[in-house]
């Protein structure tokens, strides 16, 4: 099992920035495919970004692609999603999720993750 923390959300006019953070632990981190997904009130929990373990390739949801980057660093065990140009629709709480898998495959659906963090509230005004 994977212990995950995120951190880094706040309220931010449109327009702004923010980079969020999840922190990883109980299991090697370079193994673990990665991925940050959303949920706005009264939605489902969508995709957002993931990120393989091994070769580092990338998934993004249409609506964030060019706005938002994700990367991770092995060594600090800790998963990024720099996200820039927000806008009201993606006030959302933001959760990181974690799992073992193929090495340089991507997962972009919710029930692939065995493991989530409790999630970082994201607020975009304008």
């Known amino acids: 099992q994977v212990q995950l923390v995120e951190s880094g959300g706040g309220l931010v006019q449109a327009g702004g920035s923010l980079r969020l953070s999840c922190v990883a632990s109980g299991r090697t981190f370079s193994g673990l495919a990665m991925g940050w997904f959303r949920q706005a009130p009264g939605k489902e929990r969508e995709f957002v970004a993931a990120?393989?373990?091994?070769?580092?390739?990338?998934d993004y949801a249409d609506s964030v692609k060019g706005r938002f980057t994700i990367s991770r660093s092995n060594p600090k065990k800790t998963l990024y999603l720099q996200m820039n140009s927000l806008n009201p629709e993606d006030t959302a709480v933001y959760y990181c999720g974690a799992r073992g898998g193929v090495m340089g495959r991507v997962y972009s659906e919710p029930n692939d993750y065995a493991d989530w963090g409790r999630g970082t509230q994201v607020t975009v005004f304008s």
């Open positions: 990120i393989s373990w091994g070769a580092g390739n990338t």
